[in-house]
């Protein structure tokens, strides 16, 4: 560990060694960084992306464009659009009382950054925030995950090739990698993934006091009233809730559904399932596996630990192990103490969970830590807005889901345990650079009443 400790130190410095050269590049070298990215990703490595992820998780072709390539590319399009007036001065009032003097902040970077991504959309979300890294004038060490070795593969080759090491590196390994990683004093860290990993990595930053982003995940809450258009809402869940296999930050976690129209949802949801993924969703081409047998085997014990405890599967429920296979399931009645009401799901598995008042449905939301996103499914503006003040959530999508995602003028991530900080367009460059506060005297004169020594008529100015 001792090499590692020193190769990662090596690069470090050299990274802070380089970080004016780069801190101070104009938007337009900065402009030329990301149409490189961007020609990477949308030609030179896009069929190699496309079936690492195929190989790492049977991703769909298609799912893959739609989640991780068109993002990146439109990420750095609104980058490239917006970077010269996010980068200029920013000029501001001054008070009477500092007369002859003028104030501006101007965005200047953080400095030598970290990047740990997740494996679940890893390269949109490992490219998402560099993006924003590299328009904020940052050097970067990037750390993917483990348990998508082949797109990490690509994306190690995709640095490589694109940038010097002393600028934007990308190391791979297991999670000792990001332990070693988390020792040095970076001047801001982006991680995304889990609230148990994300204290960790705030807990090593504190060290150092440095900043942090944190994109977590947590239990995503969608609520479906009785006035929601239910064939809508359960095309719109079935495409956000099984999208990746379940395996995504803001798929709805759990339904809460007025107990009246309960079966009618389920029986429509049942239909988009069967029109979506077929009868037999395991020979489907548009549907991802689980990861990993790790997260198979978790997921496969949810399951098991709800149906012990007298749920009833109402669609779905197959599984198999040797192709990390769970089919589109759909399960209610399941009991509070159940380990699906309790974690965080990240697969295909959704509780429905039914209420008889808003306020009941409030209150549950509230029983739990703030979600990353919360959906409501309503035609009453009453109902959705009573929801939205009487609750707490990264962001919210009305009669839709996960496609607040997808808008770059709206800041992305949660608050508490579902995550510190914001991603995305302004929010993203802003949360990879310091507002840094000028002041500038133009007078030779100065303000005569702060100097000593403090005599009656200046105490008389003062008052
Ligand atoms: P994870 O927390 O297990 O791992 C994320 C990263 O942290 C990986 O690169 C991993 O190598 C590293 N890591 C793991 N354990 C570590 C440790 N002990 N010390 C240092 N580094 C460590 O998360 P995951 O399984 O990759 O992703 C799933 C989680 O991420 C879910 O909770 C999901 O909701 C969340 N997520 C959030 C967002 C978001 O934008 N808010 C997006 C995707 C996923």
Redesign the pocket.
């Known amino acids: 560990m001792n090499d590692l400790n020193n190769t990662y130190a090596d690069l470090f410095i050299a990274q802070k060694a380089n970080r004016f050269a780069i801190g101070n590049t104009t938007y337009k070298e900065r402009i030329a960084k990301l149409i490189a990215l961007k020609k990477a990703v949308e030609f030179t490595y896009k069929d190699k992306i496309r079936q690492a992820l195929f190989d790492d998780f049977k991703k769909p072709f298609t799912e893959t464009d739609l989640t991780e390539i068109y993002p990146v590319i439109g990420e750095i399009k609104f980058a490239i659009r917006h970077l010269k007036s996010w980068m200029k001065r920013q000029k501001v009032d001054t008070p009477l009382a500092l007369t002859g003097s003028s104030s501006w902040y101007v965005y200047e970077p953080k400095g030598v950054c970290l990047l740990?991504?997740?494996?679940?959309?890893p390269v949109n979300?490992t490219f998402g925030p560099l993006v924003s890294a590299i328009a904020a004038g940052n050097t970067v060490i990037i750390?993917?995950?483990?348990?998508t070795p082949n797109t990490s593969k690509v994306m190690a080759e995709m640095v490589a090739n694109l940038f010097n090491e002393n600028e934007i590196a990308l190391v791979e390994g297991e999670?000792e990698v990001?332990?070693e990683l988390?020792k040095l004093p970076f001047n801001h860290i982006f991680?995304?993934?889990?609230?148990?990993?994300?204290k960790?990595?705030m807990q090593a930053a504190a060290k150092h006091l440095t900043s942090v982003t944190l994109?977590?995940?947590?239990k995503s809450p969608t609520i479906i009233d009785e006035t929601a258009n239910l064939k809508a809402a359960a095309r719109k869940i079935a495409w956000g809730k099984f999208l990746n296999s379940g395996q995504t930050?803001i798929a709805p976690d759990y339904i809460l559904i007025q107990e009246e129209v309960k079966e009618e949802f389920v029986a429509v949801l049942r239909a988009q399932l069967k029109a979506f993924f077929t009868t037999d969703a395991s020979a489907s081409h548009s549907l991802s596996r689980v990861v990993n047998t790790k997260h198979f085997k978790r997921l496969v014990a949810h399951l098991e630990d709800a149906i012990s405890k007298n749920a009833t599967v109402e669609i779905g429920g197959k599984t198999a192990s040797e192709d990390n296979f769970i089919e589109p399931t759909v399960i209610s009645n399941v009991a509070e103490n159940a380990s699906l009401l309790q974690d965080?799901i990240?697969g295909p598995i959704l509780p429905i969970k039914t209420y008889k008042t808003i306020v009941e449905a409030i209150g549950y939301i509230n029983s739990k830590e703030k979600p990353?996103a919360l959906y409501v499914y309503s035609k009453s503006k009453k109902n959705t807005n009573t929801i939205i003040k009487n609750t707490r959530a990264g962001s919210t999508a009305i009669n839709n889901n996960v496609l607040q995602y997808t808008n770059h003028n709206l800041p992305?991530?949660?608050t508490n345990n579902?995550?510190i900080g914001k991603?995305h367009g302004v929010f993203g460059f802003q949360e990879f650079s310091n507002m840094r506060s000028v002041l500038k005297q133009h007078t030779k004169g100065s303000i005569e009443f702060l100097f000593p020594p403090y005599t009656h008529l200046k105490q008389k100015f003062v008052d």
């Open positions: 740990i991504s997740p494996w679940n959309f979300l750390k993917p995950s483990e348990m999670v990001s332990q988390l991680f995304t993934g889990s609230p148990q990993v994300g960790i990595v994109e977590l995940g947590g930050c965080e990240f990353l992305f991530g949660g579902s995550g991603a």
